[in-house]
């Protein structure tokens, strides 16, 4: 198992990831009204807080206790392909539209991930399609995005 | 209430197509429940677009159906291969799997389906005794102690989550999510950024299909392989199933306690079914003298959690319904419905809509039955599902659910959303957040923030005002209990240590 090794508690990266969402939104609530800014900002200043004890905590464990993290390469491989995926639908179904989407996306998925057989990946996809076609289109009438490309 | 009784019979009676969207929650929420780590939830948020279309009696009726049938999906999971379908059904594990190892599976699902089926009916028993005088406890509540229920609706939830420093974080960012869009209080728009989508805020649907149903599949597609991993799908046999279901009904103390317990611990927000579910389990086997063999393959230690597992969705209604304070993630997704059905939770809705709400008891009511008779004719082909390659399971719900997040305001700023809070549920995943606690709170912060700015109107400014109203101090030290609890545990456990 191939492994990388951060010199440092992985849950500094979400902490510092939420510090900036809060002071931000902190920031931006500076600006509305006494009605539409007090809760938010009152929320802001919590936040802040909580997000700043949180990185404390991971940076005392990274400082102090000279915690660690090792990340399995195949793992961060697996999820990036993961996330690679879910990209591509969203762009497929922006360019192509639904329809097309649902059984082209599910077939290359069972075919190049899945590594099934041609024949099982058609099946799955075409069932899919017509799941989505049965019930959304025809039972529930509602009009899928076309995709731009059409 | 009888009229309404009457009323909602009727509406069962005269219409064959609810009866069947019921079906359809059973057949859903037991095919979920099978299913290791998806569940009730998931089935729930992949199927909220679908009910966009239907009367709002007929949604809650199919969303009942999965309610009420996937914790006895949950259980045929944990009793044949070890892995329990819902977290509740952990602790059904205990002596389900032994009995499987000592072929008596069919005993154990018999046992767990009846359990599961009557705990279920005496949980239903006790929304319909409870409700009428919940309704008229609501009715003293004003905005401070409105304020003060969301507040302990969060904090014992976060404090239930685990991890409670985190459990706050998440529950911040669902609070932040919920301001989005225009405030019609103060005329302002927040975090819009002068995107004309976002001025209606964040849609709840699409964040609960990102945060359950796509983080889940990309969950399955970091794991790999098929959903149980550890068992011999050659190896399942079945039989004994009517030996199981007379067990029960020799051990009916068992039933009773379990379901009462389950009844009482589901209608406190954030403890939910896990904690049932192990509590009774320990009170059965605490209190067995008889041939206790608990955790050795004992069928009364899949009896007590089964009962309190389904009683305990009756009890958690009552939160939901009456104050419009979720229990859990499958109440929170079970708002959803009611509110986009224009069923706004809360005193109005028991007056308003009662008969609706004796739509949604009798569909609970009729799902136990039904899922525990679609367990027994089908649990050796609904455990097969687990051993689907996620490869084929992957892509179908990845398009479905994205195709459900768009057909919500037919707009692909959803979809978008959707994704993008898929890669944040994953991320809350990885880095052990809690989503619950972001769900409740998105869900909680709007009723949160109104009843705090009402309160401090009637304060003129005063926030010290929350504590000379009776029934918010009284919450108040709900919540501070709450939060000393997890505190008093760890100083025990240091001083035995």
Redesign the interface.
């Known amino acids: 198992m191939k492994t990388v090794r951060l010199p440092f508690s992985a849950g500094i990266i979400p902490a510092l990831v939420l510090l900036a969402f809060a002071v931000g939104g902190w920031w931006i609530a500076q600006e509305w009204g006494r009605s539409s800014g007090m809760f938010p900002r009152f929320l802001g200043g919590v936040f802040i807080g909580l997000a700043t004890l949180e990185l404390g905590i991971h940076a005392f464990k990274s400082v102090f206790r000279k915690a660690e993290t090792l990340i399995d390469s195949e793992e961060f491989r697996k999820q990036l392909f993961g996330f690679g995926w879910l990209g591509l639908l969203l762009l497929m179904i922006y360019l192509l539209g639904f329809m097309v989407t649902v059984v082209l996306y599910v077939f290359l998925f069972l075919r190049l991930h899945g590594r099934f057989s041609y024949l099982v990946s058609t099946s799955i996809a075409i069932g899919s399609v017509a799941f989505v076609y049965l019930i959304f289109r025809r039972l529930l009438e509602y009009s899928l995005f076309p995709g731009i490309l059409w | 209430m009888l009229e309404s009784l009457d009323l909602a019979v009727d509406f069962f009676l005269s219409d064959w197509t609810t009866i069947v969207y019921l079906m359809m929650g059973v057949l859903i929420g037991v095919l979920f429940g099978v299913i290791p780590g998806l569940g009730g939830t998931t089935a729930i948020a992949l199927l909220l677009p ?1 009910t ?2 239907m009367q709002a009696e007929q949604a809650i009726t199919m969303m009942g159906g999965i309610v009420g049938s996937s914790a006895i999906g949950g259980s045929v999971a944990a009793i044949l291969l070890n892995a329990p379908g819902t977290a509740p059904n952990a602790a059904t594990c205990f002596d389900g799997y032994p009995m499987t190892r000592q072929g008596k599976a069919g005993i154990a699902i018999g046992a767990a389906v009846a359990a599961s089926s009557i705990g279920g009916l005496i949980g239903v028993v006790v929304l319909i005794v409870v409700l009428p005088i919940t309704r008229n406890i609501v009715l003293m509540f004003g905005p401070p102690a409105f304020f003060m229920l969301a507040l302990l609706g969060l904090t014992s939830l976060t404090v239930a989550s685990g991890n409670f ?2 459990g ?2 998440a529950a ?2 669902g ?2 999510i919920g ?1 989005v869009g225009y ?1 019609d ?4 728009q ?2 819009t950024f002068g995107s004309d989508f976002l001025w209606d805020g964040v849609a709840l649907v699409p964040i609960l299909i990102g945060l359950f149903a ?1 983080a889940e599949m ?1 969950k399955l ?2 794991e ?1 392989g098929a959903i149980a991993k550890e068992a011999n799908a050659a190896k399942i046999k079945l039989a004994g199933t009517w030996q199981g279901i007379k067990s029960v009904f020799s051990n009916m103390p068992t039933v009773f306690s379990g379901s009462i317990i389950g009844s009482i611990v589901g209608m406190v927000p954030g403890v939910g079914g896990t904690v049932s579910s192990f509590l009774s389990y320990s009170f059965a086997s605490q209190f067995t003298r008889k041939n206790n063999h608990f955790g050795k393959g004992d069928v009364r230690g899949v009896i007590a959690p089964e009962a309190a597992n389904n009683a305990k969705d009756g009890g958690s209604l009552i939160p939901t319904l009456a104050f419009g304070i979720p229990g859990s993630a499958e109440m929170a997704l079970f708002l959803g419905v009611l509110i986009m059905h224009g069923m706004t939770p809360g005193p109005m809705l028991l007056i308003e809509r009662e008969w609706s709400i004796m739509v949604l008891i009798i569909a609970l009511a009729l799902a136990t039955v039904m899922s525990g008779l679609v367990v027994l004719a089908a649990a050796r082909f609904l455990v097969m599902v687990s051993f689907l ?1 996620s ?2 399971i ?3 719900v ?3 659910s ?2 459900g997040a ?2 919500l305001n ?1 707009h ?1 700023g959803d ?2 959303v959707a ?1 993008a809070f ?2 944040i549920g ?2 809350m995943i990885k ?1 052990d ?1 809690p989503r619950i606690t972001l769900v409740i709170a998105l869900v909680l912060g709007s009723m ?2 109104r009843s ?2 009402q309160s ?1 109107t009637i304060f003129r400014g005063d926030w010290t005002g929350f504590f000379s109203d009776t029934t918010s101090l009284i919450i108040f030290c709900l919540v501070l209990l709450a939060l000393a609890f997890p505190v008093a545990h760890k100083i025990r456990g240091v001083l035995t240590k």
């Open positions: 679908l966009f279309g420093l985190r706050l974080l911040c960012v609070l932040v301001f405030d209080m103060g005329g302002t927040r975090y796509i990309l597609f970091v790999g390659n490869a084929i992957i892509p179908a990845l398009a479905i994205l195709v768009y057909a037919a692909m979809v978008i994704v898929g890669f994953y991320m880095f957040y949160m923030e705090f700015l401090m």
